[in-house]
């Protein structure tokens, strides 16, 4: 079975652009997660899509957003990008059964660099 | 207080001999607990997951809860150079609102020395 795969692996920007990162879950997985680990801090929850529906959001600005696709693969968008967006994005998915067990299972991560 | 504490290490051990990562937790209405595994550069790697009061045992790896105390724990016995990495505990604390979401620790760095 095929993990979470990630794109891109790696991506250098400048302060002020925008960047798009992709996330395919694992088959048969119908939520997606998005999380942002900073260098020396750790993993924050950004945010998790489920059906197609953003259905939770962590404590991030709006410039952080994103969208699931009727596939179930998900991109993660920031805009106006700052310095201290420089970090590791990591996309995790699972099944969805209703309650409070769906075990999350990461991909490799997008490092991105904010110069 | 953070929701999910952990000391940052590094744990050093000796091969062989056993390793103990603790965890407290603040939401005493989490249902989940995780443990992760993640080595330098690279994403974190599923290790054990457990819901109820008591121990889990999987090869080498035993989890231990106990929500009365909001303690977790993760045994490494026989530990090998391979497992120096950091661990995460992560926690669901979402009970009842069917809002998923993981809070993690800052993770515990372990160092098995040959």
């Known amino acids: 079975e095929a993990g979470v795969t990630q794109s891109p692996t790696h991506l250098i920007k400048t302060r002020g652009q925008q960047v798009t990162l992709r996330c395919s879950p694992i088959?048969?997985?119908?939520?997606v997660y998005w999380y942002q680990q900073a260098l020396g801090l750790g993993l924050q929850f950004l945010l998790w899509?489920?059906?197609?529906?953003?259905?939770n959001r962590g404590n991030f600005p709006p410039r952080f957003s994103g969208r699931q696709f009727p596939n179930y693969s998900s991109e993660l968008n920031v805009n106006a990008l700052e310095l201290e967006d420089s970090a590791l994005y990591l996309c995790a998915s699972s099944r969805r059964s209703g309650g409070n067990t769906d075990t999350q299972y990461f991909g490799p991560g997008t490092r991105l660099t904010v110069l | 207080q953070k929701e999910v504490e952990q000391n940052s290490g590094p744990l050093s051990v000796p091969e062989g001999a056993i390793a103990s990562l603790n965890c407290t937790y603040s939401d005493r209405g989490s249902q989940s607990f995780f443990w992760y595994r993640q080595y330098s550069g690279k994403s974190p790697e599923l290790i054990m997951s457990?819901?109820?009061?008591g121990d889990k045992e999987d090869g080498r790896f035993t989890a231990q809860l106990n929500k009365a105390s909001q303690y977790v724990s993760l045994l490494i016995r026989d530990s090998q150079p391979s497992d120096s990495a950091t661990y995460l505990c992560a926690v669901n604390p979402d009970l009842n609102t069917g809002f998923q979401k993981l809070v993690f620790g800052t993770g515990t760095r372990l160092l098995v020395s040959p």
């Open positions: 899509y489920d059906e197609g529906e953003e259905r």
């Open positions: 088959s048969g997985h119908t939520s």
């Open positions: 457990i819901y109820s009061n």
